[in-house]
């Protein structure tokens, strides 16, 4: 089956540090994969996605993630946190050449960077 | 991307009563999505409607319950019949986009509150 585990619900992280989102997958073909962020009281936002390709892939607001196929992880980062940074962040899993191609969903980590 | 726009972007509701709320693209668009998500919390998939056939709900939501209209590729309506204070939640609709319809893209969301 399908799957996304985001093991933290929460992340700290103090302004001006590097940040990290993990976000592991199982799928049983090749993996779309997703990263979203929801401001509060907002609406989802696309932040970058993996289809192919580079495994480094960069996004809005300064934003990447490395796909690495042999952990089947999917890792959010940033190198300077900015308190804005501060939301919820969304992993998402999609098998492309399966039968059920539907987003996939992770449970969300809330990311709070302290000033 | 698509520039998702949805109506009302929030309302309170008495139990017994429903509400519509509307989804609209500003380009056409063949697959739309209904979801919910309780607040800090991850997504759920209602339902998804092409224009021209019968919404495909998922497992848990019937359609007499979220009876939702596509009629044309720029718009949508989810409608929440019969309420419940349960029913309180957000809800947004998505379309994907990208060269290979591969992304999905959010409209800002209706946050329901039903007493």
């Known amino acids: 089956a399908q799957s996304v585990a985001q093991p933290e619900d929460q992340v700290n992280v103090a302004e001006g540090n590097p940040l990290t989102v993990k976000c592991t997958y199982s799928?049983?073909?090749?993996?779309?994969l997703f990263w979203y962020v929801q401001y509060p009281n907002r609406g989802l936002q696309f932040l970058l996605k993996y289809i192919t390709g580079d495994n480094l892939v960069k996004g809005s607001y300064g934003f990447e993630a490395e796909f690495n196929k042999s952990q089947t992880s999917f890792h959010l980062k940033k190198p300077s946190a900015l308190v804005s940074d501060s939301a919820l962040y969304f992993c998402?899993?999609?098998?492309?050449?399966?039968?059920?191609?539907?987003?996939?969903w992770g449970a969300g980590t809330k990311l709070i960077i302290k000033p | 991307s698509a520039v998702i726009s949805q109506k009302p972007s929030r309302d309170i509701c008495q139990r017994g009563t429903s509400l519509t709320i509307q989804c609209q693209v500003d380009s056409q668009v063949t697959m739309m999505f209904w979801y919910r998500q309780q607040p800090g919390q991850s997504l759920t998939l209602i339902a998804t409607a092409n224009q021209g056939s019968e919404a495909t709900y998922e497992s848990g939501f019937v359609i007499d319950k979220f009876p939702i209209s596509r009629p044309n590729l720029t718009f949508s309506t989810l409608t929440v019949s019969n309420m419940s204070p349960e029913d309180s939640s957000i809800y947004l609709c998505?379309?994907?986009?990208?060269?290979?319809?591969?992304?999905?893209?959010f409209g800002p969301g209706t946050r329901l509150l039903v007493l």
């Open positions: 799928v049983s073909g090749n993996p779309y």
């Open positions: 998402a899993v999609r098998d492309m050449w399966g039968s059920n191609y539907q987003l996939i």
């Open positions: 998505s379309v994907e986009s990208g060269r290979d319809q591969e992304t999905q893209y």
